[in-house]
């Protein structure tokens, strides 16, 4: 039987599109159904309670959908609400998040020191740390919140001197004198990859989770036979609200024209 079902993508806003051009790209044949909550990002300064509250809506919605599998596309979700969301709809479909992967990529590239840039939640939950640690105990992981890279680069603020400014800035961290590699634990980062590597000039690797989640989710597909065979593919976008910047914004992070269908499942 000819498997068609989308893969179900969610993130607090526009940023996960990042993760769903790399799937995109990877997989062509596979449809996507994506789930931006716009109403409520960013999540990066909400309580745990309350990401977990808007992951299992959005979470319930693509398992209606009749989604093959869900990706948490978002840090801040991935860390606060992936236990819960693993917890209640594995039995029924696969759950993956985008930090699993990306841990796995650098414990595999055998790094000792390690920087992170990412939301507020994400740092303060340690997650990358504990997991890195789990598995390489004597690699040091140093963290830092950067929140104001996700509103400027929604902005369309990135590859300009005012976003150079501020990523100067917040790459001045003292212990990231030292790192090997730098992780962009947010998905919106991808869009300032560029200008974070030309200010470590080549001196330090950068990574984000955009393509090893990619990879990922084609090795456990194929695992579970239900990679898609022929180019059927239709995607579509769903946010929970809908602004003339975000549809902009919205073609800027996926690369292609996108269109855009307004349905807010917290009415």
């Known amino acids: 039987m000819q498997e068609k079902r989308p893969i179900g993508i969610f993130d607090s806003g526009i940023g996960g599109l990042t993760v769903a051009k790399a799937i995109n790209r990877l997989l062509p044949n596979e449809s996507i159904i994506y789930y931006g909550d716009t109403k409520h990002l960013p999540y990066g300064d909400k309580s745990v309670s309350t990401i977990k509250r808007y992951a299992k ?15 948490i596309a978002c840090n801040s979700a991935s860390t606060a609400a992936f236990s819960d969301i693993h917890s209640l709809f594995s039995n029924t479909i696969p759950i993956y998040n985008v930090v699993d992967p990306l841990v796995e990529k650098i414990i595999e590239l055998d790094y000792n020191n390690v920087g ?13 740390k504990t997991k890195l640690q789990s598995k390489k105990r004597n690699i040091n992981v140093a963290s830092l919140a950067t929140p104001l890279l996700v509103p400027m680069i ?10 150079s400014s501020v990523i100067n800035e917040y790459l001045k961290y003292e212990p990231f004198n030292t790192i090997e590699t730098l992780l962009l634990a947010c ?14 000039k080549g001196k330090v690797d950068v990574h984000d989770s955009t393509d090893v989640v990619a990879q990922w989710v ?4 194929n695992k579970r036979n239900l990679l898609s065979e022929q180019n059927l593919a239709q995607h579509k976008f769903y946010f929970s609200d809908i ?6 914004a919205a073609k800027m992070f996926f690369e292609k024209p996108i269109s855009v269908t307004l349905h807010d499942i917290w009415v």
């Open 154 to 163: 929604e902005e369309g603020f990135y590859k300009n001197e005012i976003s």
């Open 116 to 128: 992170l840039i990412a939301t507020k939640a994400t740092v303060a939950s340690n997650v990358y």
């Open 57 to 71: 809506g959005i979470s319930s919605f693509l398992v209606k959908q009749n989604c093959k599998c869900i990706i």
């Open 187 to 200: 998905t919106h980062y991808p869009l300032i990859k560029n200008e974070v590597e030309g200010y470590f």
């Open 218 to 221: 084609q090795k456990e597909l």
């Open 243 to 248: 602004t003339p910047a975000f549809k902009v």
